[in-house]
């Protein structure tokens, strides 16, 4: 989840099956459709002083996560987990930026504040910086992609992106790749309030797509909850989050998008996303009413999971559009937010703790982050 300066007015366990066969993954996914039948969700590690927010697993099983400079300053911003630690990755040099740093801190080869860790289809690691510290900015020269090869843990290419793309309040959010690897599409929580953002990844051009448009904007009548109650500042302000949770459609064609304060979950097909002519005219589709929500997944069976907040929990519809039903739901995953999937198709979820952090409680000074696996029974 990206918090963004515009949008914040200033800033246990119930288990359900699934029926559905397992699937051999299609072109754009490369891990298999998640398992059938009963799930269990455990958790794998918990970080009592370090928020995280995005996830994402090799093919080899090493787990990566983000911890972006949403209200404090971090020690890391990009860490491989290792024996329930948070490791610098791909080292210490990419994760040297420190909001006090002043001459010795290098936006465009440090994370200023990294947002999302996704496996693109060849399983390298790429990370989104919005480079938004302290939900400011974005830090000129810092906003980027950064490709890292896991099996040299070396950075392999960064793309950056310009001060058009991404103008002052924007915010990157997450991003999912088309099955061949050439086109990154981003959610923008920024901006005028709220953009998707296409990426060439071969020649390094990007643009702006529905730039204010409703479809990527908070929606004013919905009312983000947690613990049972409105979640509000201690002064009583409101939280309007934009665009903010993304997914692919299975074969690559057709991309998916849902305001954080919304309840409509709208899409695209990404033929017409990679044509800036096309976008600039594109009028996108209703495909459901939903609720708020950080993370969207959709596995190589097609089936969609989306996570609940309000409820600690994670659900799922046989396909995009269809009915949600609870999977798991455990009162430890407080603001379930990002997704990923191993070579077993294991859902991981990171949780980023929202609820407890110092934008919402007096007094806290440092916000938990935590991993869960939601895998067979």
């Known amino acids: 989840m990206r918090l963004n300066h515009k949008h914040l007015a200033l800033a246990g366990l119930f288990i359900l099956g699934l029926h559905v066969a397992h699937a051999t993954p299609l072109p754009g996914k ?76 290098d936006p465009k080869s440090q994370f200023v504040s990294a947002q999302a860790a996704v496996m693109d289809h060849r399983d390298n690691l790429w990370i989104v910086d919005a480079a938004t510290p302290n939900v400011t900015g974005p830090v000129q020269g810092g906003v980027k992609l950064v490709r890292i090869d896991v099996k040299t843990n070396t950075v392999a290419q960064v793309v950056h992106l310009d001060g058009e793309t991404t103008p002052p309040g924007s915010s990157i959010n997450d991003v999912r790749f088309s ?9 923008d ?23 204010g448009h409703p479809s990527t904007q908070a929606d004013p009548s919905v009312e983000l909850m947690a613990d049972g109650k409105p979640l509000r500042t201690p002064d009583g302000r409101k939280m309007n989050i934009a665009v903010n949770g993304v ?25 017409v996303l990679q044509d800036p002519a096309r976008a600039a005219k594109a009028e996108p589709v209703v495909v459901a009413t939903t ?7 959709i596995d190589a069976a097609g089936r969609f999971f989306m996570a609940n907040p309000a409820e600690s929990s994670v659900e799922v519809a046989d396909s995009v559009g ?6 798991v ?34 007094g806290v000074t440092k916000t938990p982050g935590a991993i869960f696996k939601i895998s067979p029974r």
């Open 247 to 271: 997914a692919i459609s299975p074969d690559g064609a057709t991309f998916y998008w849902q305001a954080l304060t919304g309840k409509t979950l709208y899409s695209l097909p990404t033929a």
């Open 291 to 297: 609720h708020p929500a950080c993370g969207l997944w």
């Open 179 to 187: 099955p061949d690897d050439r086109f990154a599409y981003l959610s």
């Open 30 to 105: 490369t891990m298999p459709a998640f398992p059938q039948g009963p799930v269990k969700i455990e958790q794998l590690a918990y970080f009592p002083e370090q928020q995280i927010t995005g996830i994402a697993v090799s093919r080899s099983g090493r787990v990566f996560v983000t911890a972006p400079r949403l209200s404090v300053e971090v020690p890391v911003s990009v860490g491989e987990v290792i024996d329930g630690k948070i490791v610098p990755y791909p080292g210490a040099g990419w994760n040297a930026y420190r909001n006090d740093g002043g001459a010795r801190n």
């Open 189 to 211: 929580v920024g901006g005028r309030g709220g953009a998707l953002v296409v990426v060439n990844l071969e020649t390094g051009k990007s643009w702006r797509v529905l730039d």
């Open 322 to 327: 269809a009915p949600l039903r609870t999977l």
């Open 329 to 362: 739901k455990d009162e430890r995953m407080r603001w379930p937010d990002s997704f990923a999937q191993d070579t077993s198709g294991n859902l991981y979820i990171s949780a980023n703790f929202i609820q407890d952090s110092p934008w919402f409680k007096k």
